[in-house]
Nanobody, 127 residues
Framework: EVRLMESGGGSVQAGDTVTLSCVAS??????MAWLRQAPGKEREGVAT???????????TYARHIKTRWTISRDNVMNTLRLEITSLKPEDTAMYYC???????????????????WGQGTQVTVSS
């Protein structure tokens, strides 16, 4: 069984930096990702990373994501992290960690690529 547990969210001010963490356990598939869902919007992928095999460490970001976002993984601790700098009110969302199987040479950002999901951690950014 794959289990994912997110942490690190909270209420922050615009311009702050937040680092989200996702501790994974079980037989973790080759792709892990961060996705988010803002109020009234569909869930969207933010960043992904290949976790196993020769492509391990390959990161992919959604097209609209700028340089404020960094995905990383601590392989020893089985922890996936997402650092977001210069937070904006529009970054307010529930952030989810997810895991799925690799198809091709990179992990896609589409939510339907992912089978396993955490409960999410809320990030609320005030102006």
């Amino acid at each position: 069984e794959v289990r994912l547990m997110e942490s690190g969210g909270g209420s922050v001010q615009a311009g702050d930096t937040v680092t989200l963490s996702c501790v994974a356990s079980g037989d973790i598939p080759d792709c892990m990702a961060w996705l988010r869902q803002a109020p009234g919007k569909e869930r969207e992928g933010v960043a992904t990373m290949v976790t196993n095999g020769p492509l391990r460490g390959r990161a992919t970001y959604a097209r609209h994501i700028k340089t404020r976002w960094t995905i990383s993984r601590d392989n020893v601790m089985n922890t996936l992290r997402l650092e977001i700098t210069s937070l904006k009110p529009e970054d307010t969302a529930m952030y989810y960690c997810a895991a799925g199987h690799l198809r091709g040479t990179y992990c896609r950002t589409a939510p339907d690529e992912y089978t396993y999901w955490g409960q999410g951690t809320q990030v609320t950014v005030s102006s």
